[in-house]
Each structure stands twice: as C-alpha cells, then as structure tokens.
C-alpha cells in the first residue's frame, strides 16, 4: 500500500480478517484443503455451443482485493482460514443482538454507526481459488498491492479527498453516493466485492452477454467479436468488447466515465482514468463456480499491470430491483449540512462585525 493511500482505507479489512489465536489452537484437528476444481469439469453449453454462465453468482467473500499486513503470503492455511470465519461469525451473532432500549443515546461527538449488520452481507467464508485459501484477490505483484506510480498515487489520493471534501457540488461527489452507479467498483469492471449486495446475472444472446450487476441494477453490455464505438461519450460502466477463447470469455473495457474514476468502498479503494484497460477472462470450472481473472493495465498510473483472481459462486437467491434513491438522504443530507455551516459561518462573522463598532 502506497503511503498517500493508506490513512484513507479503514481497519475495517483488517477487522473482516482479523484471526484469532485462541480459536486455532483449540482445533482438534487441522481442517483439509478446500477441493481443487476439476481440469476436465465439462460445463453446461448455450444451442451454439459456447459455455452457459445463465443464473445468479454471488462475489462476496471476507477476503479483498489488496494484502494486508498480517499476510506475507497469497495462500492462507486452512486452520487460519477456518479461525476467521469461525471468529467472523461470532462477530456477525453478536451484532445481530437487540440493542439496550436502556442504552441511552451516545456521546455527544461520537460516531453512533450508520449500518446495522441485518443490512450488510459481506461473506462469511475466506475466497478459495482452485482449492487455495487466498488472503487477497491480487495475484501479481506478488506482494498483493496496487502498484501506482508516484504521480497514479497523487492523482489518486487527490481525486478521492476531492470527492470526499467538497460539498457544493453533487457532481463531484462519489458516483456510488450519487446513486449512479455502485460504490467500489462492484459493477464496472474489475468487478469487485464490497459490502453487501455482491450478486450478479448473466444473460447470454448471440452477440451480446449481459451482466446484470445486483448494485445498483446496472447492467453491462459485453458486444461480441465487434469494435469499441467511435465516441466521445463514455459509459459508466465502461465500453465492453468480448470474444471467446475455447471455453474462456475474454472481455476488454475501457472509455470509462470519468466521474465513476474514484471508486472507494470500506474494504478497498481504486482509480481508474477514462482510458485505463481491464481485461477479464469468465470461465466456468464447476457446477458452483466461475473463475474470474482480471488484468488492470495504465502506465500513467500504475508501474505494471496488476492482476487478480477471483470466484464467483452459485447462489439460489434471486436479484430485486436496488432502488437505491429510495429514502437515500445521503446526497441532499450532504449538501444541505454545507450550506448550514456556511450560514452559521456567516452569521458569526456578521455577528462579529456588529459588536466591534
């Protein structure tokens, strides 16, 4: 992790894989690897032959996208693995309790919470990856990190406090808190996992797939075996050509819009320019399963391209409309919270002004 980009992440990633000693040892036995996937799996076929992805997947997961310091290693063992889960859902059951009606209100100047844990879904298991527990979803560096160049990591850090700073006007702030588009890259790709609502629906048709992204009801266009549009208008979700290799989707996107630049979430944060290049490659290794591969290329902001892995799992749950405006007060709340400092503001320097006569 870079210097500039550190203080702005949480402990919240370390929180979701923080391990707990007590519960290792107590272990009677080391628990086994997760399976490998079958290199010979044949997955299930569309009437023109190329594999189905058809239903709903799910990416949460309590690993993220960058390595934490209490990892040296891409693989965690399984008898680590199992201690966070077990001692993530303690967590999770204890958050679940009722709350003391005799509690009282908190302190004044305190950070109450927003979220309870009913609203929050972000995994209960470590990602697994061909049998491996993994500790990040970035395989290349090696050392599990966004690689940005110095002047990348300035222009992030500065384009993140000015969408985190500025209140006067609602086009500056984050796209995921305007509603636009998802926080933290859920949907434009790399498509990553973020707190809660992590499924996504695939629809395959002769020559476009359809990704339909839980949050915030987006859904991407992938256009088949065609060009990338001569255009000045960039799409929030980026320009999307695919093709097929063997059994594998491979898909390339860029002319992202420039406002869905900053994407920040709790458990991690990124920056992508317009003309920055993803790369994903879909391919399905198992009834349950999706092997999803991503290579994040611009050399304007990153000193080699970084490469992740990721699963995306088979779920029986289904996608509801995320109306995400609906009793959303964040924005106005914002905004409206600006311009009463700025009167208060006002009326004590007008205040000042008078007594000093």
């Known amino acids: 992790m870079t210097s500039l980009l550190k203080p702005l992440l949480t402990a919240t ?39 189905s992805f058809a239903g709903v997947w799910s990416k949460a997961s309590l690993t993220v996208l960058e390595r934490t310091s209490q990892f040296q290693d891409l693989v965690i063992d399984p008898s680590v693995a199992q201690a966070i889960e077990t001692g993530r859902a303690a967590a999770t059951e204890a958050a679940n309790k009722p709350s003391d009606p005799d509690a009282g209100a908190p302190e004044a100047g305190s950070n109450p919470g ?13 990602g697994v990856i061909d049998g491996e527990y993994r500790s990040s979803w970035i395989v290349e560096p090696a050392d599990g990190k966004i690689p940005y160049t110095e002047a990348g990591q300035k222009e992030a850090f500065d384009a993140r406090q000015e969408a985190r700073e500025n209140f006067d006007d609602p086009e500056i702030r984050m796209a995921g808190e305007r509603c636009t588009v998802g926080f933290g ?12 609502n992590n499924h996504v629906q695939f629809y395959q048709g002769d020559n476009v797939i359809s990704i339909l992204v839980e949050m ?25 050509i695919g093709h097929w290799e063997d059994d594998t989707l491979v898909v390339t996107t860029t002319n992202f819009h420039p406002e869905n630049s900053v994407r920040s ?20 290794v198992a009834d349950d399963a999706i092997l999803y591969e991503f290579t994040v290329t611009d050399p304007d902001l990153f000193t080699q391209p970084w490469k992740g892995e990721m699963a995306f799992w088979k779920t029986d749950e289904q996608i509801y409309e995320y109306a995400c ?17 700025e009167s208060i503001a006002a009326e004590d320097t007008s205040g000042s002004s008078s007594g000093s006569r």
């Not at 927003?114 to 470590?126: E, L, M, V």
């Not at 915030?216 to 929030?236: F, G, K, V």
């Not at 979430?265 to 399905?284: G, K, M, N």
């Not at 405006?325 to 400092?341: C, T, V």
């Open 13 to 51: 990633a370390m929180t979701l894989l923080s391990t707990g000693p007590a519960i290792v040892m107590a272990q009677e036995a080391a628990p086994a690897a997760p399976e490998k996937w079958d290199p010979d799996y044949e997955p299930p076929r569309m009437p023109d032959g190329t594999p």
């Open 114 to 126: 927003g979220y309870n844990a009913f609203w929050t879904d972000p995994g209960t298991s470590i």
């Open 185 to 196: 890259s859920t949907g434009a790709p790399p498509m990553l996992n973020v707190l809660y």
């Open 216 to 240: 915030n009801h987006n859904a991407r266009m992938i256009r088949l075996d065609e060009d990338y549009r001569e255009t000045s208008l960039h799409q929030w979700l980026g320009d999307s």
């Open 265 to 284: 979430a709790i458990r991690h944060y990124i920056y992508l320019q317009p003309d920055s290049v993803v790369e994903e490659r879909f391919t399905r």
């Open 325 to 341: 405006h609906e009793g959303n007060h964040a924005l106005p709340g914002i905004l409206a919270g600006a311009r009463r400092k």
